[in-house]
């Protein structure tokens, strides 16, 4: 493990934490990771207290967007700490930054310093099945200016949060509303790339689906309105007679999930049938008819697994599974969760471990 240099926060916050209730994203450990990008190379790095940080008015990133974060997680096992997948986060923010002129980090060097970080902050990863650390690396540009063109300076930094079930509903399913009238990204835009302004895009859109009663909305495609994408920031996944149907990631407009991958692989361990390809809503609303649709779900890292009961569109509505979670969605979750809580094998080597 690196020794990055690092300054121990004096005063620790941790005894304000009300484990009962974690929530999502809302404690922050005691420190941070921090990295600075200047004169064209990126310093050493360091952990420091967790505090505010200081930006001039003229702030770059405040004005044109260039920012790019990652989310993974790491979990308490019976001998130490799991880190989920971290090398594919590593890589993902890369290929983020390529798209919108962010200078590339070290993957491995990011690896090792949230393996320092995470050690450090311990007794901030909770204890509870279903909880963990989540790990938030962000970068940003820290250049003074006004005017469009790329910063020449930059900053990364790694937060933790101890966290819950990302949406209330935990594994319970939740009711989706198909957006027709919003899209989330387009043919050669930031769709692929885990960019602020990807989310912005898809703010009003969930806010008016919750304020219908709704968890969160199901992209389409900004061209035809017909080809499904994302449902609010996660994969979405469709069981249709036994087969295991995604969006294929071919059109450039989704990004390229984790949790997406470590499925994909599994059902593929499972013996299923996987097709990755165009998704239209009508054909989701004819095999519901049929009888041919089996479960809905999406995957993320926040919430791992996310089945959905239900599905509106255009005033139609259907109900999947009866609003209960299928086999599959089960299955699923219990074998990463597993894999992440060192309870399973790792067969796929998906977990950076640390003994503590």
């Excluded at 779900?297 to 979670?325: H, Q, R």
Aim: charged fraction near 20%.
């Amino acid at each position: 493990m690196s020794n990055f240099p690092v300054t121990k926060n004096p005063n620790s916050r941790i005894s304000s934490v009300n484990w009962d209730k974690l929530g999502f994203g809302v404690y922050f450990s005691d420190h941070i990771f921090v990295s600075d990008y200047t004169n064209g190379a990126w310093d050493e790095g360091k952990i420091i207290p967790y505090g505010p940080m200081q930006l001039e008015p003229t702030n770059c990133t405040l004005h044109y967007g260039q920012t790019i974060f990652e989310g993974l997680k790491a979990f308490r096992t019976k001998d130490g700490i799991n880190i989920f997948r971290p090398y594919n986060n590593a890589r993902r923010l890369n290929k983020s930054a390529l798209r919108v002129c962010i200078p590339p980090y070290d993957d491995k060097k990011l690896v090792e310093a949230l393996k320092q970080l995470v050690a450090l902050e311990y007794d901030w990863i909770p204890k509870e099945r279903g909880q963990a650390l989540y790990l938030r690396p962000l970068v940003f540009g820290t250049s003074n200016f006004l005017g469009v063109h790329p910063s020449s300076d930059y900053r990364l930094i790694v937060i933790c949060s101890p966290v819950a079930s990302y949406y209330a509903e935990g594994l319970s399913p939740v009711k989706i509303l198909i957006s027709s009238r919003y899209a989330r990204a387009v043919r050669g835009g930031l769709g692929t790339a885990k960019t602020a302004a990807n989310y912005a895009a898809s703010l009003l859109a969930a806010q008016e689906a919750k304020e219908l009663g709704f968890s969160q909305v199901l992209w389409l495609d900004a061209v035809s309105r017909r080809f499904i994408d994302e449902v609010g920031a996660m994969n979405i996944m469709f069981v249709i007679d036994d087969t295991l149907i995604t969006p294929s990631l071919s059109e450039g407009t989704i990004l390229e999930g984790v949790t997406r991958d470590a499925v994909l692989t599994l059902a593929r361990d499972f013996g299923m049938k996987i097709e990755e390809r165009p998704v239209t809503v009508e054909e989701i609303f004819d095999t519901h008819k049929s009888g041919k649709l089996q479960e809905i779900f999406g995957t993320g890292t926040a919430a791992v697994i996310s089945p959905v009961g239900l599905l509106s569109y255009n005033n139609e509505k259907i109900v999947i599974n009866d609003m209960k979670i299928g086999p599959f969605a089960q299955k699923f979750y219990d074998t990463i969760t597993g894999i992440q809580y060192g309870e399973l094998e790792d067969k796929h080597n998906w977990n950076v471990s640390i003994k503590m």
